[in-house]
């Protein structure tokens, strides 16, 4: 298949580009294609990890070009340091169980169900006998034709488990507790405007807190949705979720528990005429804080559950009558300059 491929490429044309962009092949060909293209994948990585894990054994590198294995493959740029290492410690616990080795470069497995098998066999530890290591990476290379990466790295545990039970409770526990730190590091929240008067929020919670997050929105957008089914409409459930999310927000800031941000409890400022917020004319609102515009009608429902703080303007938009209760600002104030200088002033 490859030869005629290339014989109808022509000269100077990658055969796989041509058939991509001129459709030489039939859609069963390109399939069977791709199936040897990942057999002879499979090939190229087991000797690719043989040669890696000979060269660690050695340490080739270090005699021929004073650097470490995995200082080898960074310095040609190929690879991450992360990475790297990574790829020789794998390659040396591939050498450690010739089954897997022989069934990859056979093409009998693909790389990532040789990752799974490998990476669930190398928390045995060295007193294991090596025949049963042996034994338990041949069944599970037996078991590939019907498992994929995730499910062998699984079926691994329990080899070990039976293995060595003392070694997987206390690998279990490790990898419970690596998990939970990576998640503590790892977590944050963002929002960006998304050029459309939304709001795009991501972000990443530990374990516990998500778990959190996730049991209060299912509880507040299963009611939403219920009602709103009650009624013959269709809310689904992701729109559910964001109205729970701003549900969470309304009743922080109605209960109070909201705590002290700039001498004042967080607050969203809105401008509006008054004749619009009444409905005497047409018009629209503005969100102080991200310029985004309102209708009249959500102008409407933000001052149902708010403080409508009248301000009086003056020459050149300046707020009058603001007060001098005490020396520092009050939260009324604060609103007022926010409302003027739109953000900070410098020199103020």
């Known amino acids: 298949?490859?030869?005629?491929?290339?014989?109808?490429?022509?000269?100077?044309?990658?055969?796989?580009?041509?058939?991509?962009?001129?459709?030489?092949?039939?859609?069963?060909?390109?399939?069977?294609?791709?199936?040897?293209?990942?057999?002879?994948?499979?090939?190229?990585?087991?000797?690719?990890?043989g040669l890696l894990a000979e060269a660690e054994r050695r340490g080739?590198?270090?005699?021929?070009?004073?650097?470490?294995?995995?200082?080898?493959?960074?310095?040609?740029?190929?690879?991450?340091?992360?990475?790297?290492?990574?790829?020789?410690?794998?390659?040396?616990?591939?050498?450690?169980?010739?089954?897997?080795?022989?069934?990859?470069?056979?093409?009998?497995?693909?790389?990532?169900?040789?990752?799974?098998?490998?990476q669930g066999l190398s928390v045995l530890?060295?007193?294991?006998?090596?025949?049963?290591?042996?034994?338990?990476?041949?069944?599970?290379?037996?078991?590939?034709?019907?498992?994929?990466p995730d499910e062998l790295r699984r079926l691994a545990h329990h080899v070990v488990a039976v293995l060595s039970p003392d070694t997987v409770e206390e690998a279990d526990r490790a990898a419970v507790e690596r998990a939970d730190r990576l998640a503590s590091r790892d977590r944050y929240l963002s929002?960006?405007?998304?050029?459309?008067?939304?709001?795009?929020?991501?972000?990443?919670?530990?374990?516990?807190?998500?778990?959190?997050?996730?049991?209060?929105l299912s509880a507040i957008s299963a009611r939403a949705r219920a009602a709103v089914a009650v009624s013959g409409e269709r809310l689904?459930?992701?729109?559910?979720?964001?109205?729970?999310?701003?549900?969470?927000?309304?009743?922080?800031?109605?209960?109070?528990?909201?705590?002290?941000?700039?001498a004042d409890r967080p607050r969203v400022v809105v401008t509006v005429d008054h004749d619009v917020l009444v409905g005497r004319v047409a018009g629209t609102g503005l969100l102080v804080g991200s310029g985004v515009p309102l209708t009249a009608e959500q102008a409407r429902l933000?001052?149902?559950?708010?403080?409508?703080?009248?301000?009086?303007m003056g020459g050149g938009s300046v707020p009058l009558d603001v007060g001098r209760e005490r020396r520092l600002f009050t939260g009324t104030q604060r609103a007022f300059l926010v409302v003027r200088d739109q953000g900070c002033v410098p020199g103020l």
């Open 125 to 148: 530890p060295a007193d294991v006998p090596d025949a049963d290591r042996r034994a338990a990476a041949a069944h599970l290379v037996e078991l590939a034709a019907e498992h994929g």
């Open 236 to 262: 689904s459930r992701a729109q559910a979720n964001a109205d729970a999310l701003g549900v969470l927000v309304e009743h922080a800031l109605s209960c109070g528990v909201a705590p002290v941000h700039g």
């Open 60 to 118: 080739a590198a270090m005699e021929v070009h004073e650097v470490s294995t995995s200082g080898l493959l960074t310095s040609g740029n190929s690879h991450t340091a992360r990475a790297a290492r990574a790829e020789v410690r794998l390659a040396t616990e591939l050498r450690a169980v010739p089954e897997v080795a022989r069934a990859l470069a056979s093409g009998g497995l693909s790389t990532d169900q040789a990752r799974g098998i490998v």
């Open 302 to 312: 933000v001052a149902c559950d708010a403080g409508v703080l009248p301000v009086v």
């Open 191 to 216: 929002w960006t405007r998304d050029g459309d008067h939304g709001l795009v929020v991501r972000g990443s919670l530990p374990a516990v807190a998500g778990e959190q997050l996730v049991e209060v």
């Open 1 to 49: 298949m490859f030869e005629s491929v290339e014989a109808v490429a022509g000269d100077g044309v990658p055969a796989g580009l041509w058939c991509l962009s001129n459709e030489a092949l039939s859609n069963e060909a390109l399939l069977d294609e791709l199936g040897a293209a990942g057999v002879e994948l499979s090939r190229v990585q087991a000797r690719w990890w």
